[in-house]
């Protein structure tokens, strides 16, 4: 066996400012701070561009809204007709029968009463007639009309928004799921978990929001205040002018105010994160806390991050809860102008009353839409923030291409051959070059050594979750890298240190091994593991539920659970990376039988700090500072006083102790 290694060591990840802040505001994607995209209008255009497959409902979205947003539009208008066959039939009534309205207007210039002459003239009326009802109610059943069609089409284009957004999201969801499954390992060590979730649960969920209700909003709103302009100047130009007047003294109010409720918005949400960090640190923690008294100091640290919270939430909605009034009260005084204007022109019969009636109407109209537009602006801005980091990690770079073009039998002997293996994690640092060793079918290799030496790394090359740097692995002769990954993997059986379990009943969780296994089957691989041992005295046996991680059982068990799962996939080699580190004595007996029998007739891979679990392997391998520096059997090693020996003695010998009696003090399992 020959084997050259350099002094490894784990990817050193470097944080940018942003993702530091991304961590403490996250809170593993619990609570995010609204961010800013850094481009704009590409990730805009982008995100658009999801719904181009869309385009025929979407086309139907915008022309329903149209319909909606005209037909809003013109119903001040038709009911300011109604105002006025009131108002002409109230003073028509009160007139001499059988005098023209133009004879009446001439007698009142004679008179000298040249306003309320102009006020009869612009008004439609017949002396001595009331109010024609009959009018009258056609135009209300029109107007009620109009917004009752209007109401429909903005139902049926909310229908048809809500059902595009979800297929474009369902869509999105999957493309990200499949993007996860191609990504290498690498792109989740150098990464946080709470950023990588947000990214697909947070920052999705904003996309949805963002066009659900951003985009429709945006669309309508602005479609409103386009119409409501129109119309204004069409009843009255210059009205219209006075009530434009409010615009910019509302823009500059808004923008003043914003600027600063951002800021504040921002603390706020700091704090937040701050806070729930505090609380899970708390909670994860609360076992250590009531062992060193640490109740106090922990209430102390939640009393002054909230109070912190309180202060920031406090000012950022005290602040943005002043945008509003203040534009509110723009729009009021744009409302007294139109009022006053309005009256001496009705009065000087410039304007109908059902004109100024309807003018009114549209100048309140008017600061709704505008304030939607301001709100909704920021949430698409967030939307658009999010779609960024949903894209970059749609476009980061995935695993290496597979070729596939070679297959392995069903059953294999499971012959490892490492070939001149060289491997880095940056081009910067070199790792692991110009290694070679066999493994023989059927024999256990053990690989130990101090934390940190890189045991893993040689094992993880195997299953692929890194590639090469340059030599070769082979299975059974088949270089691993013509092997698709699947097939690569459903050679190899693994049991971690972190002995995971899903939800599910433990039935359910032995059999993800092999889906296609029997009950039969499932039972046969636990009494093999010596987990029927435990099952057994459970009240519902295999059908116990266990909880999201399996906290809910022993860490014994659960390694147990997890050995069984192994054994049922029943792989050609199998690989074991400190299975029994995190249980104690009296159940690591119980692991390391259910590991032997797991490592019958297949080629084994055993990574172990506790050096009495490989006594037996065939070939050992140690590690230290990244170099292989000894391999051979327990005796061997033993008897060559090297470095396998100071850990041996390290673990079972005391240093007054006669070394040469080592061997005997050491307890065989």
């Given at each position: 066996?020959?084997?050259?290694?350099?002094?490894?060591?784990?990817?050193?990840?470097?944080?940018?400012?942003?993702?530091?802040?991304?961590?403490?505001?996250?809170?593993?994607?619990?609570?995010?701070?609204?961010?800013?995209?850094?481009?704009?209008?590409?990730?805009?255009?982008?995100?658009?561009?999801?719904?181009?497959?869309?385009?025929?409902?979407?086309?139907?979205?915008?022309?329903?809204?149209?319909?909606?947003?005209?037909?809003?539009?013109?119903?001040?208008?038709?009911?300011?007709?109604?105002?006025?066959?009131?108002?002409?039939?109230?003073?028509?009534?009160?007139?001499?029968?059988?005098?023209?309205?133009?004879?009446?207007?001439?007698?009142?210039?004679?008179?000298?009463?040249?306003?309320?002459?102009?006020?009869?003239?612009?008004?439609?009326?017949?002396?001595?007639?009331?109010?024609?009802?009959?009018?009258?109610?056609?135009?209300?059943?029109?107007?009620?009309?109009?917004?009752?069609?209007?109401?429909?089409?903005?139902?049926?284009?909310?229908?048809?928004?809500?059902?595009?957004?979800?297929?474009?999201?369902?869509?999105?969801?999957?493309?990200?799921?499949?993007?996860?499954?191609?990504?290498?390992?690498?792109?989740?060590?150098?990464?946080?978990?709470?950023?990588?979730?947000?990214?697909?649960?947070?920052?999705?969920?904003?996309?949805?929001?963002?066009?659900?209700?951003?985009?429709?909003?945006?669309?309508?709103?602005?479609?409103?205040?386009?119409?409501?302009?129109?119309?204004?100047?069409?009843?009255?130009?210059?009205?219209?002018?006075?009530?434009?007047?409010?615009?910019?003294?509302?823009?500059?109010?808004?923008?003043?105010?914003?600027?600063?409720?951002?800021?504040?918005?921002?603390?706020?949400?700091?704090?937040?994160?701050?806070?729930?960090?505090?609380?899970?640190?708390?909670?994860?923690?609360?076992?250590?806390?009531?062992?060193?008294?640490?109740?106090?100091?922990?209430?102390?640290?939640y009393d002054e991050k909230n109070?912190?919270?309180?202060?920031?939430?406090?000012?950022?909605?005290?602040?943005?809860?002043?945008?509003?009034?203040?534009?509110?009260?723009?729009?009021?005084?744009?409302?007294?102008?139109?009022?006053?204007?309005?009256?001496?022109?009705?009065?000087?019969?410039?304007?109908?009353?059902?004109?100024?009636?309807?003018?009114?109407?549209?100048?309140?109209?008017?600061?709704?839409?505008?304030?939607?537009?301001?709100?909704?602006?920021?949430?698409?801005?967030?939307?658009?923030?999010?779609?960024?980091?949903?894209?970059?990690?749609?476009?980061?770079?995935?695993?290496?291409?597979?070729?596939?073009?070679?297959?392995?039998?069903?059953?294999?002997?499971?012959?490892?051959?490492?070939?001149?293996?060289?491997?880095?994690?940056?081009?910067?640092?070199?790792?692991?070059?110009?290694?070679?060793?066999?493994?023989?079918?059927?024999?256990?290799?053990?690989?130990?050594?101090?934390?940190?030496?890189?045991?893993?790394?040689l094992v993880n090359l195997v299953?692929?979750?890194?590639?090469?740097?340059?030599?070769?692995?082979?299975?059974?002769?088949?270089?691993?890298?013509?092997?698709?990954?699947?097939?690569?993997?459903?050679?190899?059986?693994?049991?971690?240190?972190?002995?995971?379990?899903?939800?599910?009943?433990?039935?359910?969780?032995?059999?993800?091994?092999?889906?296609?296994?029997?009950?039969?089957?499932?039972?046969?691989?636990?009494?093999?593991?010596?987990?029927?041992?435990?099952?057994?005295?459970?009240?519902?046996?295999?059908?116990?539920?266990?909880?999201?991680?399996?906290?809910?059982?022993?860490?014994?068990?659960?390694?147990?659970?997890?050995?069984?799962?192994?054994?049922?996939?029943?792989?050609?080699?199998?690989?074991?990376?400190?299975?029994?580190s995190s249980v104690d004595t009296?159940?690591?007996?119980?692991?390391?039988?259910?590991?032997?029998?797991?490592?019958?007739?297949?080629?084994?891979?055993?990574?172990?700090?506790?050096?009495?679990?490989?006594?037996?392997?065939?070939?050992?391998?140690?590690?230290?500072?990244?170099?292989?520096?000894?391999?051979?059997?327990?005796?061997?090693?033993?008897?060559?006083?090297?470095?396998?020996?100071?850990?041996?003695?390290?673990?079972?010998?005391?240093?007054?102790?006669?070394?040469?009696?080592?061997?005997?003090?050491?307890?065989?399992?």
């Open positions: 066996m020959a084997f050259k290694t350099k002094k490894e060591k784990e990817p050193e990840v470097e944080l940018t400012e942003e993702e530091l802040n991304l961590k403490i505001d996250d809170g593993f994607g619990e609570v995010s701070a609204p961010r800013k995209p850094k481009h704009f209008w590409p990730s805009a255009k982008r995100l658009l561009a999801l719904l181009a497959p869309e385009k025929v409902m979407l086309s139907l979205v915008f022309g329903f809204v149209a319909v909606a947003v005209v037909l809003n539009v013109i119903a001040p208008k038709v009911l300011g007709m109604a105002m006025d066959v009131i108002f002409g039939g109230f003073v028509g009534a009160r007139m001499p029968e059988g005098v023209s309205q133009e004879q009446m207007v001439e007698g009142l210039r004679a008179e000298g009463q040249n306003d309320l002459a102009e006020m009869i003239a612009g008004m439609e009326l017949v002396p001595g007639t009331g109010i024609d009802f009959q009018r009258l109610g056609l135009i209300i059943a029109i107007v009620l009309a109009m917004y009752f069609v209007s109401n429909v089409f903005m139902w049926a284009q909310g229908y048809l928004l809500n059902k595009l957004v979800m297929r474009v999201v369902y869509n999105l969801r999957r493309d990200v799921e499949n993007k996860l499954n191609r990504l290498p390992l690498n792109y989740f060590d150098t990464r946080q978990r709470g950023d990588v979730l947000s990214r697909v649960t947070n920052d999705v969920d904003n996309i949805q929001n963002a066009l659900q209700q951003a985009f429709a909003q945006l669309v309508q709103s602005a479609l409103t205040v386009i119409g409501i302009v129109i119309m204004m100047f069409v009843v009255s130009w210059q009205l219209a002018l006075i009530a434009l007047v409010a615009l910019p003294l509302s823009a500059v109010a808004a923008g003043f105010i914003g600027v600063r409720s951002q800021k504040l918005f921002t603390r706020q949400w700091k704090a937040t994160g701050s806070l729930n960090g505090q609380i899970e640190e708390a909670f994860s923690g609360h076992d250590l806390m009531k062992v060193f008294g640490r109740e106090d100091d922990a209430l102390k640290q109070e912190d919270l309180f202060k920031a939430s406090f000012g950022a909605q005290f602040v943005s809860g002043m945008i509003f009034p203040v534009m509110n009260f723009i729009s009021y005084l744009a409302y007294v102008g139109i009022a006053v204007v309005g009256g001496l022109r009705v009065a000087s019969g410039q304007m109908s009353l059902g004109d100024a009636t309807a003018f009114i109407q549209y100048s309140r109209e008017f600061t709704q839409p505008l304030g939607q537009i301001a709100g909704m602006a920021n949430m698409l801005q967030s939307g658009v923030a999010s779609a960024e980091r949903t894209f970059e990690l749609l476009d980061a770079d995935e695993q290496e291409t597979e070729t596939a073009d070679e297959h392995l039998p069903e059953r294999t002997d499971g012959h490892v051959e490492f070939h001149n293996v060289s491997f880095s994690y940056s081009e910067e640092t070199s790792l692991i070059e110009d290694l070679s060793f066999d493994a023989d079918p059927g024999h256990t290799v053990a690989i130990v050594g101090p934390t940190g030496a890189g045991k893993t790394t299953m692929r979750f890194y590639e090469l740097d340059a030599g070769r692995i082979t299975l059974d002769g088949v270089d691993v890298t013509a092997l698709s990954r699947s097939e690569l993997r459903s050679k190899v059986g693994m049991v971690l240190q972190d002995a995971w379990l899903f939800n599910g009943s433990i039935r359910e969780n032995i059999r993800y091994g092999r889906l296609d296994a029997t009950d039969e089957e499932v039972q046969k691989a636990a009494e093999a593991t010596y987990v029927d041992r435990f099952v057994r005295a459970l009240p519902a046996g295999y059908d116990t539920v266990i909880d999201d991680g399996g906290t809910n059982v022993s860490a014994g068990e659960r390694q147990l659970v997890t050995i069984a799962r192994a054994f049922l996939a029943n792989p050609s080699l199998l690989i074991l990376d400190e299975a029994t009296r159940t690591e007996v119980l692991v390391q039988k259910a590991m032997n029998a797991l490592r019958s007739d297949r080629t084994s891979f055993v990574i172990a700090h506790r050096l009495s679990t490989i006594r037996d392997a065939d070939t050992i391998l140690v590690m230290e500072a990244g170099r292989i520096v000894e391999q051979g059997d327990h005796e061997e090693l033993i008897a060559a006083r090297g470095a396998y020996y100071r850990l041996y003695r390290s673990q079972f010998a005391g240093p007054a102790e006669d070394p040469d009696a080592v061997t005997d003090s050491i307890p065989v399992v």
